[in-house]
């Protein structure tokens, strides 16, 4: 019997380190990554993108109307947190924060959203690099 329908959901979906401590960096972002691949295709789910800063991660799916979207975030970060717990040993102990934020997003904007869920890395390093050039004080009167 063939498939009589068609479901196409996106999701955007964000969630931060325990504490919002910085533990992740461009490494553990990509093990989370090759993680949420794995989990994803073993829930008949897709990535689309995936990047993030040092204390929070972006994800952006493609899920059938059939998925258990709680089972699905937990096995997410179940996976890469036990991942990077068991390839990098950090202290403290990795872990995420419970929750999550989750937007849907609409062919309209897929583009724009996954540029912006792509470029999260960049964006966060420019904004602490202006951060710190503008509470460095530069006295001209002192040269």
Request: a positive charge; glycine letters at 4%.
């Amino acid at each position: 019997m063939g498939r009589h329908s068609q479901v196409n959901i996106v999701i955007h979906l964000v969630w931060a380190t325990k504490k919002r401590l910085p533990l992740l960096n461009l490494s553990r972002i990509a093990l989370a990554r090759s993680e949420f691949r794995r989990v994803l295709k073993s829930s008949n789910a897709v990535l689309i993108e995936c990047s993030g800063y040092r204390d929070h991660i972006h994800v952006l799916i493609r899920v059938h109307d059939d998925v258990n979207f709680q089972t699905l975030i937990r096995k997410l970060k179940g996976a890469s947190s036990f991942s990077i717990n068991k390839e990098y040993e950090p202290i403290p102990k990795f872990q995420w924060q419970r929750g999550y934020y989750a937007q849907s997003v609409g062919k309209k904007e897929l583009e724009m959203v996954r540029k912006y869920v792509r470029d999260q890395w960049c964006k966060h390093e420019y904004e602490w690099v202006m951060k710190e050039l503008e509470s460095t004080s530069f006295n001209s009167s002192s040269s």
